[in-house]
């Protein structure tokens, strides 16, 4: 069983950057593609960006392409999501999960979830 944990998020200033973490233990993390996802209070879980097991291909949400950049260092079953330029709509909380099988952009496709990390962007 693959366990996720992220780290990195906290409190900024609109146009700050944050660079989340997200460690995983298990074998497996190198052979699964890994998204980022967010969750603000009351409204449903929204995806945020995803890459590839290689981490050769990258695909974001709209509203985050430009200023978000997901990354990974298999070698160090790693996965990061670099957020530039940060607005106060970005405010959530932000979870790293792990897809099984086929993935893209839908929470319920992906089989493993860390328990997130808070991100919190004043204006």
């Known amino acids: 069983q693959v366990q996720l944990v992220e780290s990195g998020g906290g409190l900024v200033q609109a146009g700050d950057s944050l660079r989340l973490s997200c460690a995983a233990s298990g074998r497996t993390f190198s052979n699964n593609r890994m998204g980022w996802f967010r969750q603000a209070p009351g409204k449903e879980r929204e995806f945020v960006a995803t890459?590839?097991?290689?981490?050769?291909?990258?695909y974001y949400a709209d509203s985050m392409k430009g200023r978000f950049t997901i990354s990974r260092d298999n070698a160090k079953n790693t996965v990061y999501l670099q957020m530039n330029s940060l607005k106060p709509e970005d405010t959530a909380v932000y979870f790293c999960?792990?897809?099984?099988?086929?993935?893209?952009?839908?929470?319920?496709?992906?089989?493993?979830w860390g328990q997130g990390t808070q991100v919190t962007v004043s204006s």
């Open positions: 999960a792990g897809c099984l099988r086929t993935c893209l952009q839908r929470p319920g496709e992906y089989g493993y």
């Open positions: 890459i590839s097991a290689s981490g050769s291909t990258t």
